[in-house]
């Protein structure tokens, strides 16, 4: 069983910028596909960026050159951070982890961008 646990979100002002960690309980972690999602008010989770255990990078196109994804195996830890933050950033962010056909979620943090 592995449970996640996001932090980091916040408030901020259109510009500024955030970073987003994930903690994993388990002894698993660094064998898990690790994704950030987000989802807005009234609209559909989607895909910010995902990183795999051989630390395969994917980002969409929405963050790309902004929000950059990353892990640390030996804290147990995946981030995002998150520049140049737009107001249309805003959401709640999750977490995911996929090992052997098993998805785990996190809670999510919300990520308000407004001035």
């Known amino acids: 069983q592995v449970q996640l646990v996001e932090s980091g979100g916040g408030l901020v002002q259109p510009g500024g910028s955030l970073r987003l960690s994930c903690a994993a309980s388990g002894s698993i972690f660094r064998l898990l596909t690790m994704a950030w999602y987000r989802q807005a008010p009234g609209k559909q989770r989607e895909l910010v960026a995902l990183?795999?255990?051989?630390?395969?990078?994917n980002v969409a196109d929405a963050v790309k050159g902004r929000f950059t994804i990353s892990r640390d195996n030996a804290k147990n830890t995946l981030y995002l951070q998150m520049n140049s933050l737009k107001p249309e950033d805003t959401a709640i962010y999750y977490c995911k982890g996929i090992w052997g056909g098993t998805a785990y979620w996190g809670q999510g943090t919300q990520v308000t961008v407004s001035s």
């Open positions: 990183i795999g255990s051989v630390d395969t990078i």
